[in-house]
């Protein structure tokens, strides 16, 4: 062991792992005076220095040739227990082979120090392989600690949403908001069959409906900076009772619309028409925030709802792009992203041909005697 850690204990402490008593001799003489050094003679003894105190090691200097346990095992072993991702190793070696170099920094270690030394190349090598792990250190545990944090938040979130389902008058809240979906459902269902009648086809291929959770509900108000009341649910949510209605061209998505909302007692709070005015990532869709009535036991009350027009092929895409959105781990977004802004052009421009065939067949009724000669049938 080298004066260095004797003499000044709260220095970092770099363990020099080499079997010639020269070269570790070298090195303690570099490197005294800026860190505490320990020295192994082989890589048993290193491993044995490592496992009585590994979280004290700043770096270590490590020969490849030695007994008993050469430079690859302690590596490896260093691996194993988890060592390697937070002590950075510097190989101190004559070989200048490219596949030792490359095998060494494929298994974990961070820099070469070819011998013969050069006291301010191992330096500072040492001084930016420290820096390195330490900042990588600090930000892997920020990392940890947002995680507990995101972790606490969720838990509260948790705790709130149950507290407030089980709340009687988030349930009756919650029961407008269902009567609310059922009402538009039935009035869509409605206009279908009366389309249906007068052009001898449906408006809409589906409905999809949703009501909010307790948590998502929770997390909105938070977000906006408000407490989880009944009364702020109605003020400053729109969208608790959702709606998807599929078309399957563009232009029945106007039709459909304007025969609901021209109905006298459907109010329009807001409208966005992201079909005429795409999002910038290529979203296309026609949106209205509805004040319906609904009819209970002993009132009538206007309750809001939201209610989305879409295409087939842009409901498809939507699914596709929520998923990049909210799916962690996903590497080249940005690539992915470009590729669902072409491929929602792409469908833009599908749905309008696809349209357009539809009026050309429309057109010619030939469609019509078709389906005529099939119910003969």
């Given amino acids: 062991m080298c004066w260095g850690e004797v003499r000044m204990t709260k220095m970092q ?51 490849l040739q030695m007994p008993n346990a050469d430079g690859f095992a302690v590596i490896g072993q260093m691996k194993a227990n988890g060592w390697l991702n937070r002590i950075p190793v510097l190989i101190i070696s004559s070989e200048h082979s490219v596949e030792v ?33 330490a900042g990588r250190n600090s ?28 709340a009687k008058p988030f349930n009756e809240l919650m029961l407008e908001y269902r009567s609310v979906i059922m009402e538009v459902e039935t009035r869509l269902k409605v206009l279908n069959a009366v389309f249906s009648e007068e052009y001898k086809r449906n408006p809409f291929e589906s409905i999809k409906s949703r009501l909010k959770t307790p948590e998502s509900i929770y997390q909105k108000l938070e977000r906006k900076g408000h407490a989880a009341t009944v009364e702020n649910i109605r003020e400053y949510i729109s969208d608790v009772a959702g709606l998807r209605v599929i078309c399957s061209f563009p232009d029945d998505i106007y039709r459909l619309a ?36 609904i009819f209970l036991p002993d009132e009538k009350k206007y ?31 940005d690539g992915i992203e470009q590729q669902l802004k072409a491929c929602a052009d792409s469908i833009e421009a599908l749905d309008y041909q696809m349209q357009e065939i539809r009026n050309r067949i429309d057109s010619t009724g030939v469609v019509g005697e078709e389906v005529e000669s099939g119910d003969a049938v």
């Fill in 139 to 166: 930000l892997e545990q920020k990392v940890e600690e947002q995680a507990q944090v995101l972790k606490y938040q969720s838990q509260i979130i948790q705790m709130q949403a149950q507290k407030l389902s089980r």
């Fill in 13 to 63: 402490k770099i363990l020099v792992v080499d079997d010639a008593q020269l070269n570790r001799e070298l090195l303690c003489q570099m490197l005294e005076g800026d860190y505490a050094i320990d020295t192994a003679e082989d890589g048993v003894a290193a491993l044995e220095k490592l496992r009585e105190g590994h979280r004290d090691v700043a770096a270590l200097l490590l020969d």
């Fill in 258 to 293: 304007e025969l609901l909302i021209k109905q006298d007692d459907i109010i329009v709070v807001r409208k966005k028409d992201y079909i005429q005015y795409p999002k910038p990532n290529g979203y296309r869709s026609l949106h209205f925030i509805l004040n319906v009535p």
């Fill in 101 to 133: 170099e490359n095998r060494c920094l494929a298994m974990g270690a961070v820099d070469f120090i070819h011998k013969p030394f050069e006291g301010s190349i191992v330096r500072n090598r040492i001084r930016n392989a420290i820096a390195l792990f």
């Fill in 303 to 333: 309750v809001k709802a939201e209610v989305q027009f879409r295409t087939i092929a842009m409901d498809f895409w939507a699914s596709l792009e929520h998923k990049l959105k909210y799916k962690k781990n996903v590497d080249s977004t």
